[in-house]
């Protein structure tokens, strides 16, 4: 009967030793929910910071690019001509900069001529109001075949340049028979092109301008068409006042 009881207690004690261990263990157990939970909202945080900084990274990289295209000549970056430009990247640029590229531009034809440059595709649009692009190059002079000319192409900014962060156009470099300017090819810009060419076309636009199929104006010419925009308009008209064209006026 002792040993019964003996047993008995020994039963119960284990009992609750037992339950202390379920209760204590059951609150290990309540506890790591938690801790599971603090730490897959951290994973999860970090996870969204790093998708939010990859976006960021992606969204805010910029185009600042321009395909080269040539007419007639062949434009290098190096001295002897076998490296040809395809694209020019301006990278990081800020109100007020100004780009310089240095670039060899030579005549692959067969007869003298003049390099007129010129920019068409700007994206957006307006960029082209807030980016100038010139070079030093004398559009009077003419170059011989086979002779190549180290040309600084430069790209200024505006200051007043704002919500363009990325943009690309691209840029023409032509070798013609005629000076920019010289509509009629008597080898001079004179008021015989400004009269006699350029005022009659004055403002006419080429086909499919303003909207797709519809015909020349009657009065288009597009030797007047200096910038390749398909209008003749003011703009052509400043590029025939060119400091650097050979001008003949009375
Ligand atoms: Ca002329
Ligand atoms: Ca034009």
């Not at 007639?72 to 640029?93: H, P, Q, R």
């Not at 840029?171 to 015989?192: A, E, F, H, Q, Y």
Request: charged content about 20%; glycine content about 6%; proline content about 6%.
């Amino acid at each position: 009967m002792l040993n019964d009881e003996r047993n008995i207690e020994i039963l119960e004690e284990n009992l609750n030793v037992s339950h202390r261990m379920i209760i204590r263990r059951k609150g290990v157990f309540q506890k790591l929910p938690r801790y599971y939970g603090d730490f897959t909202i951290a994973f999860v945080a970090a996870l969204l910071a790093i998708c939010i900084l990859i976006f960021s990274m992606t969204t805010n990289s910029t185009t600042r690019v321009s395909a080269l295209e040539t007419n007639g000549v062949g434009v290098y970056w190096d001295s002897k001509c076998s490296n040809a430009v395809s694209s020019i990247d301006w990278s990081t640029l800020v109100p007020r900069s100004v780009k310089n590229i240095l670039v060899y531009i030579r005549n692959e034809g067969e007869e003298p001529m003049y390099l007129i440059l010129s920019t068409k595709n700007w994206n957006p649009p307006e960029a082209s109001e807030y980016l100038n692009l010139r070079w030093n190059h004398t559009e009077g002079r003419q170059m011989n075949p086979g002779e190549d000319l180290q040309i600084t192409l430069t790209l200024s900014v505006s200051p007043y340049i704002e919500g363009i962060s990325s943009f690309s156009f691209d840029i023409i470099v032509t070798g013609s028979d005629r000076l920019m300017g010289d509509v009629n090819g008597d080898g001079w810009v004179d008021w015989k092109d400004l009269l006699l060419e350029l005022f009659p076309a004055y403002n006419s636009h080429g086909p499919g301008i303003p909207s797709p199929g519809d015909p020349a104006s009657p009065t288009w010419n597009p030797n007047c068409d200096f910038n390749d925009d398909n209008w003749v308009d003011w703009k052509d008209y400043l590029l025939v006042f060119n400091p650097n064209s050979n001008q003949n006026w009375p």
